[in-house]
């Protein structure tokens, strides 16, 4: 993705950092705010062998080496999990030892191969425009990882950058945030995000409701717009829980459907006391207020994800039972509009 492909307020972000000098960076923020698309942004623009006013020019033979997630002096380290949804290649060793059905792919980031890029970060750049780690999500480096990475952090060779992208910087190591710029990623004006989602595909009423249910997350909306009538079920949710139609959340996965209750259970609670919706346009909530009993009921409900979390790392089925929690919540959710 070159630099004038960016959304425009990452755009505005990714030139604020290319005007900075500093061999890492941090970007933290919430969720969905674009920290891996800024982060492959910079490392494009570093790279780059004929960089422009908007940062990486997208037609040089680097550009298209990232492109194509062959670039020699590039090294991005994921989760094996998040690679592969990605589409960027496994090391060599890794992917043999999942093809070969002797370990499922990693959902942290390992330390043989932060190990590998470390020993990457010591060799001579391949192509003369230094070499750059990108870290995505950051904050799935245990210790053992992190403590690996410091050192090199601290002290790297010349011509060696990095970036880390994180929405959860808290759980960093604080010795791996002090040694990085950081830079918050700014949340965009959703005047500014809905002719982005319409360039999209997604336009009107349908970007207006999408966006609310991402609370506000330009890339989670995009990511719901993919659903059939994402937008009109998700404004229908509210009035039809509280007539009791399990199937509003039945085709669900198990988390989905508790992120779903939990925004509605935001947004209900939000309105009883005079404050804005986030999730749900005010007209699509039930209008009749609750009793403090149903209050205390639905505040209830934002404690199940937690417990949901435990019950699907035993159960490894979990996911394909979401009627079971449709039900027991919508039941939840009927008798506190009753």
Known sequence: MSGAALAPWIARQHATLRAQRGHAWLLQGPSGLGQFELALALVRAWLCDQPTPDGACGLCPSCHGIDVHTHPDLVVLMPETEMLARGWPLPEKAQTEIDDKKRKPSRDIRVDAMREAIEFAQRTSGRGRGKAVLV?????????????????????????????????????????????????????????????????????EQAAALLHAAGGRPAEALALAEGKDAARRWSQLPQALARGEPGALADLPLPEAVARLQKLCHDLLAVQVGAAPRFFAPADLPRQPLSLLALIAVSVVGSVRRRNEKAMALVPDASQKPRHVADSHTTDVKEVEA
């Open 136 to 204: 995505y999500p950051a904050e799935r480096m245990n210790a053992v990882t992190a403590n690996a990475l410091l050192k090199t952090l601290e002290e790297p060779p010349g011509d060696m950058r990095f970036v880390l992208a994180t929405d959860a910087a808290h759980q960093l190591l604080p010795t791996i945030r002090s040694r990085c710029l950081s830079h918050t990623l700014v949340w965009p004006e959703a005047d500014e995000v809905r002719p982005w989602l319409a360039a999209q595909g997604v336009a009107g």
